[in-house]
Nanobody
Framework: QVQVVESGGGLVQAGGSLRLSCTVSGLRFADYAMGWFRQAPGKEREGLSCINMSGRAAYYEDSVKGRFTISRENGKNTMYLQMNTLKPEDTAMYYC?????????????????????WGQGTQVTVSS
C-alpha cells in the first residue's frame, strides 16, 4: 500500500526556519515527480514547489522563491522542503504529493487533471 508521510511542521517565530520531510513507501520513488502544497484556512490549496524525478529541476511559486528550497534523496525515498525567513502568511497545512511520470513543474498546474498520491499534511504555524 502506498504511504506518504510528512513531518517537520511546528510552531516557529517569524523569520525562523523549518525543514519539512516527506517519506514515501509502496512505490518506485524515482518514477515520481514530487511536490509540496499548502492550504490555509479559508483559502484554496496552492502548489508551492515541485521537483522532477531525478531532482535536477525544481520549480517554485512566486511567493516562496528565494525563501524555500525543495530537494529529494531518491535513495531514501524522501523529499524535503527547507523553509527560511518564514512569514505569518506561510501558516498553513503543508502537504506532500507524488505524481507518476509527470514533469517537474506539475504542482503548479491544475490538479483536477492529475492523479497523485497525497500525505495527511503537517501543520506549520508562524507567529509574528
Amino acid at each position: 500500500q502506498v504511504q506518504v508521510v510528512e513531518s517537520g511542521g511546528g510552531l516557529v517565530q517569524a523569520g525562523g526556519s523549518l525543514r519539512l520531510s516527506c517519506t514515501v513507501s509502496g512505490l518506485r520513488f524515482a518514477d515520481y515527480a514530487m511536490g509540496w502544497f499548502r492550504q490555509a484556512p479559508g483559502k484554496e490549496r496552492e502548489g508551492l514547489s515541485c521537483i522532477n524525478m531525478s531532482g535536477r529541476a525544481a520549480y517554485y511559486e512566486d511567493s516562496v522563491k528565494g525563501r524555500f528550497t525543495i530537494s529529494r534523496e531518491n535513495g531514501k525515498n524522501t523529499m524535503y522542503l527547507q523553509m527560511n525567513t518564514l512569514k505569518p502568511e506561510d501558516t498553513a497545512m503543508y502537504y506532500c504529493a507524488a505524481a507518476e511520470g509527470y514533469g517537474g513543474m506539475w504542482c503548479l498546474l491544475d490538479q483536477e487533471m492529475i492523479d497523485s498520491y497525497w500525505g495527511q499534511g503537517t501543520q506549520v504555524t508562524v507567529s509574528s
